[in-house]
């Protein structure tokens, strides 16, 4: 695996304790969502359970509670370790190509990626339980307004977390950090990595227009997943 090397010959050492905390963040971000996956998969057959109708989602959310709080904080946090990482990545590249507008405004998109994702993600552990809650003790007057709730909820927040967050800001930042890594010796590999998986993240928006993506969401994030996790490795790797 090829590592990070400064474009600049008189640039200042990255220092072992901020990379050690950066591949650490992209291990903890990378085995959360894999934790995350693993049990909201595995008890409402997530992510195709977010498209269920109200009538049959609040049901399995009131049944699996307990799973679905727990995957749904991993995620949670997963996404917010996503705010601590592009400071992280934005303080590696700083301190080796010198800090720049364009370095900051990098660093904006990846901490504004982070807090929509959470925005998203929230309604899960504390709106859904109370909805399915209500859903299950009501008459039909009260389940068809629990029913409309759900559907607002998602669009509004599903929007907010997944086309904001997940595919266009998100996105945004990892074609920046992958141009960034493009102009350093022995990390062009890494940054087609990087505009291969933003782009899928992009790719995703297509979505919000009514196109079918298929398994392009899957892929996507799945991809991302890896990026940042040897993103965070090469910059473990890299020579001081």
């Known amino acids: 695996m090829t590592t990070l090397t400064s474009t600049r010959p008189d640039a200042p050492a990255v220092r072992p304790a901020p990379r050690l905390a950066l591949f650490a963040t992209a291990a903890a971000q990378f085995v959360l969502m894999l934790g995350a996956f693993g049990v909201l998969s595995s008890a409402i057959g997530w992510p195709q359970s977010l498209d269920l109708p109200a009538a049959e989602a609040l049901p399995l959310i009131r049944e ?94 599903g929007g907010v977390g997944e086309a904001l967050g997940v595919q266009l800001f998100a996105g945004l930042w990892t074609v920046m950090v992958s141009a960034a890594l493009w102009r350093r010796p022995g990390a062009r590999a890494l940054a087609l990595g990087g505009f291969a998986s933003g782009g899928l993240l992009l790719a995703g928006l297509a979505g919000v227009f009514g196109a079918d993506l298929g398994p392009v969401l899957t892929v996507s994030g799945i991809a991302w997943q890896v990026w940042l996790l040897s993103l965070g490795l090469n910059f473990l790797r890299a020579r001081r």
């Open 64 to 157: 699996r509670g307990g799973a679905v709080a727990l995957g749904y904080s991993m995620y949670f946090v997963s996404a917010f370790l996503l705010v601590p990482l592009s400071v992280l990545i934005h303080r590696m590249l700083g301190e080796q190509d010198g800090d720049s507008t364009v370095l900051n405004i990098t660093a904006a998109l990846g901490v504004t990626a982070g807090v929509l994702k959470l925005l998203g993600i929230v309604r899960w552990l504390v709106a859904m339980p109370a909805l399915a809650a209500t859903y299950a003790g009501g008459d039909g007057a009260t389940q068809a307004a629990a029913s409309v709730m759900y559907e607002t909820l998602n669009t509004y927040a």
